[in-house]
């Protein structure tokens, strides 16, 4: 098991404490072929094609895309100018997206060597850029107006829940630190910080975020102001330059926290952005690849459509009944966009229809049919916010006829004649009312699974991030004709995530996951470090995710109530390694009853293998417990206290 990294300066308190924001280095040369590709896709079908290809020189950018970070940036600027010339269709969003990812990627190309990281970081000590008394002051009075707005917020809430939120978050302490002339005192300031990301009901609502950031950020440049960061400054860069020689060698979870956390301050001080970003480029890949088959996506979406209707109506002295049927298939496509996932729901159908229309004046009764031929779509766009519906679109062409007309012989010639051209307006009418019909009956058979699918994404995913005051990474979405894929970089400023790209699929797949361990390990420290989970809680969080509450999670009456209390860092961690993988939770307290037990960690070691009815999990061994400091100590020996501490924690975890 790795050594945890303790931190023990204000500086790793404080922003160990606070939120974070995400950082996002795709890897840009992938997004430019991936551009490229849909492009040439698109001009293979167009007569202009080859022209726009050489105007662009998109084999040069080819040949450059080839060369990786060695290309030559002058050919590169050379192609970005074309795609970027003053000529109306290079508007258009497929030459967009190519030009998008292609100053990016110039971008990219700029930054130094990986191998030249470690002597630029400790060269760059003179570069150090003070926090003046300006920026101190600056966020200080941010602070006071997002808390004067919380106050009347309260206020106006009644004088019971002011006053219980007004405890909750300390506030008399807060304000008497904050009146002080001199410096205030950080373990109030990291307390109430600390309140405002818990899980509670209204943390959540915008006046208490502005407030948790105003916090964070008068934090930051207290602590970012002190004599002594320079130096703190200074000792960090040649720290950082040697993990990230080890790291390069011989990557561990260890060196990987070393490194976020030094790069994590740099950047939260405003200090050596551009070796920021590099260093961000070459160790925060995308650490979560997601692809489905266009036949996968499909399945949601196919019906067939086999429907009789009544016709009964009754307009303008005429009485008409019959029956249409109409019959046809739902089915999805992937379209081809490199800035987006596009799925579109295409129906192509038919509706018969036979009416009999009886005429109070006259009397005289028209037997018509009629046949409309049916094409509609309806257009879904997956992007980061969610899958985001397009009304449906229909167009329908009605072909009428007249079979038979009963009048008495003085009227029958008037009654044809009008029949007759009144079938025009009959088949625009009823192609009009098909189209209006059909959209709606798309709208309306996609519309709650999309609503659903959304609700799942902002509640379980997003949401818990949020509430930590951590705006989520971005998921790029695109499709080809064959599979809608999904990447992502789940990684805060103190994280890092895949350092290498993902090991390439071979074969054809409906659903592919490609998971780097640092997505898991990244979201449940943003999510649960730093934060107590009650037995309450453990059974409420299984039953929202598998639907039930596994028989050693059940409360009854005769349970004992328990808690953890995660550390901030790597509170819940997976390794996978030889076909299996290790979990190891660390939490600083845990309760047990009335019994309240010191820092363990607690490691538990799993095999994979398939069997005839699918994967499955076996432990290896028993659980391995141990206090949180026991790898640091030379004599490893528990203590009375610890060995029976130990015991406790074996037993409710066994299972």
């Given at each position: 098991m790795m050594r945890p990294v303790y931190a023990h300066t204000w500086i790793a308190v404080w922003l160990t404490l606070v939120t974070w924001t995400p950082c996002l280095y795709a890897d840009s040369i992938e997004q430019v072929r991936t551009a490229l590709d849909t492009l040439q896709q698109w001009l293979a079908e167009s007569e202009h094609g080859a022209g726009w290809n050489d105007y662009l020189n998109n084999s040069a950018l080819l040949e450059e895309l080839d060369k990786g970070m060695d290309a030559d940036e002058t050919v590169v600027a050379s192609v970005l100018k074309r795609y970027a010339a003053d000529h109306e269709d290079l508007l258009r969003h497929r030459f967009v997206a190519v030009r998008d990812?292609?100053?990016?990627?110039?971008?990219?190309?700029?930054?130094?060597?990986?191998?030249?990281?470690?002597?630029?970081?400790?060269?760059?000590?003179?570069?150090?850029?003070?926090?003046?008394?300006?920026?101190?002051?600056?966020t200080y009075k941010a602070l006071q107006a997002a808390l004067a707005d919380l106050d009347q917020f309260l206020t106006a809430a009644g004088n019971t829940k002011a006053e219980g939120w007004r405890q909750y978050l300390r506030w008399d302490e807060l304000q008497a630190e904050l009146d002080r002339e001199e410096l205030p005192d950080m373990k109030v300031l990291v307390s109430v910080q600390s309140r405002l990301e818990d899980k509670y009901d209204g943390l959540q609502i915008p006046i208490f975020v502005t407030v948790r950031q105003a916090l964070r950020d008068y934090g930051e440049s207290l602590v970012f102001s002190r004599e002594n960061y320079r130096t703190q400054f200074e000792k960090s860069l040649d720290t950082l330059a040697t993990s990230i020689e080890k790291y390069a060698d011989d990557p561990s979870h260890e060196l990987a926290n070393k490194i976020a956390l030094r790069v994590g301050i740099l950047e939260r001080s405003d200090q050596l952005n551009d070796l920021v970003n590099a260093i961000r480029h070459y160790y925060v890949r995308s650490n979560l690849y997601l692809q489905m088959s266009d036949e996968l996506v499909g399945i949601g979406f196919i019906e067939q459509f086999d429907e009789t209707t009544p016709i009964n109506r009754r307009t303008q002295g005429r009485s008409v009944t019959g029956k249409s049927t109409t019959t046809g298939k739902i089915r999805s496509r992937l379209v081809p966009n490199s800035e987006i996932g596009e799925i579109r729901i295409e129906f192509d159908g038919t509706v018969n229809s036979?009416?009999?229309?009886?005429?109070?004046?006259?009397?005289?009764?028209?037997?018509?049919?009629?046949?409309?031929?049916?094409?509609?779509?309806?257009?879904?766009?997956?992007?980061?916010?969610?899958?985001?519906?397009?009304?449906?679109?229909?167009?329908?062409?009605?072909?009428?006829?007249?079979?038979?007309?009963?009048?008495?012989?003085?009227?029958?010639?008037?009654?044809?004649?009008?029949?007759?051209?009144?079938?025009?307006?009959?088949?625009?009418?009823?192609?009009?009312?098909?189209?209006?019909?059909?959209?709606?009956?798309?709208?309306?058979?996609?519309?709650?699974?999309?609503?659903?699918?959304?609700?799942?994404?902002?509640?379980?995913?997003?949401?818990?991030?949020?509430?930590?005051?951590?705006?989520?990474?971005?998921?790029?979405?695109?499709?080809?004709?064959?599979?809608?894929?999904?990447?992502?970089?789940?990684?805060?400023?103190?994280?890092?995530?895949?350092?290498?790209p993902p090991t390439k699929l071979t074969g054809q797949h409906d659903l592919a996951v490609r998971m780097h361990e640092s997505f898991l390990n990244n979201y449940m420290e943003?999510?649960?470090?730093?934060?107590?989970?009650?037995?309450?809680?453990?059974?409420?969080?299984?039953?929202?995710?598998?639907?039930?509450?596994?028989?050693?999670?059940?409360?009854?009456?005769?349970?004992?109530?328990?808690?953890?209390?995660?550390?901030?860092?790597?509170?819940?961690?997976?390794?996978?390694?030889?076909?299996?993988?290790?979990?190891?939770?660390?939490?600083?307290?845990?309760?047990?009853?009335?019994?309240?037990?010191?820092?363990?960690?607690?490691?538990?070691?799993?095999?994979?293998?398939?069997?005839?009815?699918?994967?499955?999990?076996?432990?290896?061994?028993?659980?391995?417990?141990?206090?949180?400091?026991?790898?640091?100590?030379?004599?490893?020996?528990?203590?009375?206290?610890?060995?029976?501490?130990?015991?406790v924690l074996e037993r409710r975890f066994e299972g």
């Amino acid at each position: 098991m790795m050594r945890p990294v303790y931190a023990h300066t204000w500086i790793a308190v404080w922003l160990t404490l606070v939120t974070w924001t995400p950082c996002l280095y795709a890897d840009s040369i992938e997004q430019v072929r991936t551009a490229l590709d849909t492009l040439q896709q698109w001009l293979a079908e167009s007569e202009h094609g080859a022209g726009w290809n050489d105007y662009l020189n998109n084999s040069a950018l080819l040949e450059e895309l080839d060369k990786g970070m060695d290309a030559d940036e002058t050919v590169v600027a050379s192609v970005l100018k074309r795609y970027a010339a003053d000529h109306e269709d290079l508007l258009r969003h497929r030459f967009v997206a190519v030009r998008d990812a292609v100053e990016e990627w110039l971008k990219i190309l700029a930054f130094p060597k990986q191998d030249e990281l470690p002597r630029l970081l400790r060269h760059a000590k003179e570069s150090f850029q003070p926090v003046d008394a300006a920026r101190v002051e600056e966020t200080y009075k941010a602070l006071q107006a997002a808390l004067a707005d919380l106050d009347q917020f309260l206020t106006a809430a009644g004088n019971t829940k002011a006053e219980g939120w007004r405890q909750y978050l300390r506030w008399d302490e807060l304000q008497a630190e904050l009146d002080r002339e001199e410096l205030p005192d950080m373990k109030v300031l990291v307390s109430v910080q600390s309140r405002l990301e818990d899980k509670y009901d209204g943390l959540q609502i915008p006046i208490f975020v502005t407030v948790r950031q105003a916090l964070r950020d008068y934090g930051e440049s207290l602590v970012f102001s002190r004599e002594n960061y320079r130096t703190q400054f200074e000792k960090s860069l040649d720290t950082l330059a040697t993990s990230i020689e080890k790291y390069a060698d011989d990557p561990s979870h260890e060196l990987a926290n070393k490194i976020a956390l030094r790069v994590g301050i740099l950047e939260r001080s405003d200090q050596l952005n551009d070796l920021v970003n590099a260093i961000r480029h070459y160790y925060v890949r995308s650490n979560l690849y997601l692809q489905m088959s266009d036949e996968l996506v499909g399945i949601g979406f196919i019906e067939q459509f086999d429907e009789t209707t009544p016709i009964n109506r009754r307009t303008q002295g005429r009485s008409v009944t019959g029956k249409s049927t109409t019959t046809g298939k739902i089915r999805s496509r992937l379209v081809p966009n490199s800035e987006i996932g596009e799925i579109r729901i295409e129906f192509d159908g038919t509706v018969n229809s036979r009416t009999r229309t009886v005429s109070s004046r006259g009397p005289a009764t028209i037997i018509g049919s009629g046949v409309t031929q049916i094409e509609a779509y309806k257009q879904l766009n997956v992007n980061d916010d969610g899958v985001e519906e397009i009304a449906a679109v229909a167009k329908c062409v009605t072909d009428s006829a007249i079979e038979n007309i009963v009048a008495s012989s003085g009227i029958y010639g008037q009654v044809r004649s009008r029949a007759r051209a009144a079938l025009p307006q009959v088949e625009t009418t009823m192609s009009r009312q098909t189209e209006q019909k059909i959209s709606q009956r798309l709208d309306k058979a996609v519309t709650g699974d999309i609503r659903e699918i959304n609700r799942r994404y902002q509640q379980q995913y997003k949401g818990p991030l949020m509430r930590r005051d951590e705006a989520p990474p971005l998921f790029h979405f695109r499709t080809d004709a064959a599979y809608l894929y999904a990447e992502t970089a789940q990684a805060g400023d103190f994280q890092l995530a895949a350092y290498e790209p993902p090991t390439k699929l071979t074969g054809q797949h409906d659903l592919a996951v490609r998971m780097h361990e640092s997505f898991l390990n990244n979201y449940m420290e943003t999510v649960y470090g730093a934060t107590t989970l009650t037995d309450v809680d453990a059974a409420n969080l299984a039953d929202r995710l598998v639907g039930q509450v596994p028989e050693r999670l059940e409360i009854t009456e005769d349970s004992e109530p328990w808690s953890i209390s995660f550390a901030r860092r790597r509170p819940l961690t997976v390794v996978f390694e030889d076909g299996g993988y290790t979990v190891t939770l660390r939490g600083k307290r845990f309760t047990s009853g009335k019994r309240q037990l010191g820092a363990m960690h607690i490691t538990a070691r799993y095999q994979l293998e398939m069997t005839p009815t699918g994967p499955r999990r076996l432990r290896q061994g028993d659980l391995h417990i141990e206090p949180a400091n026991f790898s640091n100590r030379s004599k490893k020996v528990l203590s009375a206290a610890q060995t029976a501490e130990k015991a406790v924690l074996e037993r409710r975890f066994e299972g």
